[in-house]
């Protein structure tokens, strides 16, 4: 699957994290607690990247299976060896592949061009990037946005989904949809039952406060988790 869908564009990127601590944490450990930290509260680094729809990042300790290797209907009756030999019938099993290292995930659908989104994203949160990236392989050789993004795209994997919830509208048109929604529901409930008269006037002044073409005026803001009071 493209990576592209018109002007919306998903980007996954796993980056091998070194296999090293400080004290009793290894870095996998480190970076996670800072990700943690990221999420406490609206005020995510990531909300201040241009145009993002959806951000995620967790640590990829290993690969794992639903079930042993060799456990589907086929696999169990490689247990009919264990009659003659339980060390032949280990051999036999399929092998099972394990990581190297921890993985940084990083995941985000959003609306333009690669290079631009993450020439933005350096540019606010660059202080971050470094705090994160920093515990992986080969960041060392990243010291300004062009090399930044040449890192990236080797760590980059072709997309298997897009966000849903999303249209390839600017950030600023779906934010500005959201909060003509939430505030045109508002508006329904507390006015029905009016006379026709009296409705036409409400929803004039209505239209007022909310301005529904401009998207620089009362919106929702990026990073915004819960509806506005």
Not at 166 to 195: C, I, M, N, R, W
Request: proline share 3%; aromatic share 14%.
């Amino acid at each position: 699957m493209s990576n592209v869908s018109n002007n919306a564009y998903a980007l996954t990127v796993l980056s091998p994290i070194k296999n090293d601590h400080i004290g009793e944490l290894s870095y996998g450990d480190i970076v996670r607690n800072k990700l943690i930290e990221w999420d406490v509260d609206e005020g995510s680094p990531m909300a201040k990247v241009p145009q993002t729809y959806l951000a995620r990042y967790f640590i990829l300790d290993d690969v794992f299976s639903e079930a042993l290797a060799g456990g589907d209907f086929w696999g169990t009756s490689y247990d009919i060896l264990a009659f003659f030999s339980d060390k032949f019938r280990r051999r036999a099993l399929p092998k099972i592949d394990q990581l190297k290292s921890r993985y940084l995930v990083f995941s985000s659908n959003f609306h333009g061009d690669l290079e631009i989104y993450l020439r933005g994203m350096w540019a606010v949160m660059q202080k971050e990037i470094k705090e994160v990236w920093g515990y992986c392989y080969a960041f060392d050789h990243v010291h300004d946005a062009d090399t930044f993004i040449a890192y990236i795209k080797k760590c980059q994997l072709n997309a298997a989904l897009f966000f849903v919830g999303s249209t390839d509208d600017s950030l600023e048109e779906q934010l500005k949809s959201l909060y003509l929604k939430q505030e045109f529901s508002k508006f329904a409930v507390e006015h029905q039952g009016l006379p026709a008269m009296e409705l036409q006037k409400a929803y004039q002044a209505f239209i007022r406060r909310v301005e529904p073409t401009n998207l620089a005026g009362p919106s929702w803001k990026p990073g915004q988790s819960t509806l506005c009071k």
